[in-house]
């Protein structure tokens, strides 16, 4: 009954461009919101934060920048694991050395930068495409991680080659560090998905989104529109790197602690985010957020079913767990090669006429 | 015919301080060579403002080549070309695209992701201005500027009339349509040339019509220059102002249709000559 357009008439263009058209959507969507801002800090748990929702929050943030780059404008990366590598470094270093300036602030300069040297690896995209543009981003992979375990200076020459986050307040009370409470931690990392998910609709929907769709779909079309791919693809690598690396400087900063640069920000987490935004759904804000749950929820879930709830010990759990993850990978890819998104889509259609589709 | 909007309000062309009749782009000796095969040989013709001006040939002729001469796709070896009374011979894509160069594709190159309407949209990305923070946050100017593009589209999108599959990933469409959106996209640029590559292959009776009628159109009501290549010969005899011929790459008629479809040489190579 809420999903209805039936009498939801749009007399405007701004009513017409909205990101949920359908009025019970939209109601439901806000009391989402509400409910995750003004109900979930009071009931959190240590361990719904450190297992479930802020890991979930700040992949969804990494698999929001990774899908701008490949799902928006088509450019395939497997450096992701080295870009978030490069927000958390920039992160603690410019924690470390400037500790009165503001969490929020260091979070998003830890995007700045990394966004510069994003764009400095997205230079090969100007020559090169799909999978030889993944080998070149590879490089960039592997590349930052050497480095950050080479030059000391990075890790201020700490003995174990760790960094650690120091304890940083907001409004006075802890969000990072060993003492900061759940509901802090996760209200942080809530706040600024949700602001930067708004940045990111905002951005795909107006003349940048559609430069970075042209180049994907059709690159040589776009340059005869006088869309330059100069500034179309660069602009994609450093805008998902910026937001990478805020990803990168939260996975550190709020969700790990400390970090060691080969064991945190290996190519497995590049893969990670590859696969999220394509089960998710390339190209589409709520895919990010999709296959973060997918990748980071789904394998707690299981989990606490076959370890809690069956009995079964916890390798077994372990390697049944992998299956089921592997399995249903390959499942959603049959059915629905274009992700969780699209599958949520074409739901959609067919709610508007249901029960009545004719 | 019944229309939403009536095509005299509408301004899809800019202004490029050419009166009508005079050169707009002169074409002047351009050769061009990919490595020992020659697609274009020394071919001069020029376009007047306001004309259609099909050009024509039999197959690989040169004529695709020449129309990515025009829009800076290729860049000739040889020759110059004056746009608006700017010589040049190298340039970008995109700079043809800035100064007022919009095309259509032999085999539709519409972005197949995205909707009709964001298609078109994207025609007017060289006339969009606002920056990247104002774009973030979706409100005054980006908002006012997108709002103001967006309602020169949806004239275009009435003026086309496809007003039902404005919403539709253009992929799902069937070709006829696509056609048509593509040439709402180069419209939306408000170009002072328009080159049309094929604009009617594929297509049926009924639809080679409605395509007919939307280049007139979109010729007479908007005042914009049109060059086209078309193999349909009762089409380009009806709607063409002046005809050239190519063959091999050589320019082997230039004029009228009356006059072209005369000319001894056009009608050898469309007919072959005899070998004795």
Redesign the interface.
């Known amino acids: 009954m809420l999903y209805r357009e039936a009498g939801d008439f749009k007399t405007t263009y701004v009513a017409d461009m909205q990101t949920f058209p359908i009025r019970g959507e939209r109601i439901l969507f806000w009391l989402f919101v509400a409910f995750c801002f003004a109900v979930v800090p009071f009931f959190i748990t240590g361990y719904w934060e450190k297992s479930i929702l802020v890991p979930f929050l700040v992949w969804s943030m990494i698999a929001l920048g990774l899908n701008i780059l490949t799902g928006y404008c088509g450019q395939v990366s497997l450096g992701t694991g080295g870009f978030m590598a490069v927000g958390a470094f920039a992160c603690y270093k410019l924690t470390t050395a400037f500790p009165e300036l503001n969490i929020v602030l260091v979070i998003i300069l830890s995007g700045a930068v990394t966004a510069g040297v994003g764009m400095l690896f997205g230079l090969p995209s100007l020559r090169i495409k799909g999978f030889y543009l993944a080998v070149a981003t590879l490089a960039a992979q592997f590349f930052l991680v050497w480095c950050f375990n080479k030059f000391g200076w990075f890790y201020n020459y700490s003995a174990s080659g760790q960094i650690s986050m120091p304890t940083r307040t907001l409004f006075g009370v802890a969000v990072t560090g060993p003492d900061a409470p759940p509901w802090a931690t996760y209200l942080v990392s809530l706040t600024f998905v949700f602001v930067f998910a708004w940045v990111a609709r905002n951005l795909t929907r107006g003349r940048l989104g559609r430069s970075w769709m042209a180049m994907r779909d059709m690159d040589i079309a776009a340059q005869i529109m006088g869309i330059s791919p100069f500034n179309a693809k660069l602009s994609a690598f450093a805008i998902s790197s910026f937001y990478v690396g805020m990803g990168g400087a939260m996975f550190f900063a709020i969700y790990l602690g400390a970090a060691e640069v080969t064991e945190a920000f290996g190519i497995d987490k590049s893969f990670d985010a590859l696969f999220m935004i394509i089960i998710g759904g390339l190209g589409s804000i709520l895919g990010s957020f999709l296959g973060a749950a997918f990748i980071v929820v789904f394998p707690v879930f299981l989990k606490n079913v076959m370890v809690g709830g069956l009995g079964w010990s916890t390798d077994l759990a372990a390697h049944v767990e992998i299956m089921t993850v592997g399995a249903l990978i390959i499942f959603f890819l049959i059915v629905e090669p274009h992700g969780l998104a699209q599958i949520w889509r074409l739901t959609k259609e067919k709610l508007r006429l249901w029960p009545f589709p004719y | 015919m019944n229309r939403a909007v009536d095509p005299r309000e509408l301004k899809v062309h800019r202004d490029d301080g050419v009166a009508k009749g005079d050169v707009l782009l002169e074409v002047k000796d351009v050769s061009l060579r990919f490595g020992g095969v020659k697609a274009i040989t020394k071919i001069s013709f020029d376009v007047r403002k306001g004309e259609i001006r099909a050009i024509i040939g039999p197959n690989g002729a040169g004529k695709t080549s020449m129309l990515n001469v025009i ?1 800076g ?1 290729y860049t000739p070896q040889e020759g110059t070309i004056t746009f608006r009374g700017v010589e040049r011979r190298a340039m ?3 700079d ?3 100064q007022g160069i ?2 259509t ?1 032999q085999n539709i ?6 909707t009709t309407l ?1 298609n078109i ?3 007017r ?2 006339l ?1 201005k ?1 920056n ?1 923070f104002a ?4 409100r005054g100017p ?2 006012r500027e ?2 103001e593009h ?2 020169r589209v ?1 004239e275009i999108i009435d003026f086309l009339e496809i007003q039902h599959i404005r919403k539709v990933p253009v992929g799902r469409l069937p070709y006829g349509l696509q056609k048509r959106v593509e040439l709402g ?1 180069a419209l939306a ?1 408000e170009p002072a040339l328009l080159l049309l590559d094929e604009p009617m292959a594929g297509m049926n009776l009924e639809e080679k019509e409605d395509m007919s009628r939307f280049i007139l159109d979109v010729n007479s009501q908007f005042g914009t220059t049109i060059a086209l290549i078309e193999h349909d010969m009762g089409v380009v005899m009806d709607i063409s102002d002046r005809v050239v011929v190519l063959d091999y790459g050589r320019k082997i008629g230039d004029g009228s249709p009356e006059e072209v479809s005369k000319n001894q040489d056009v009608i050898d190579a469309y007919l072959g000559v005899p070998h004795e």
């Open positions: 829009n796709f970008r894509t995109t043809a695209a800035r919009a095309r594709f190159a519409l972005f197949k992701g995205m964001d949209m994207t025609g990305i060289t969009q606002s990247l774009q973030a946050v979706w980006a908002l997108e709002l967006r309602h949806e996209r640029a």
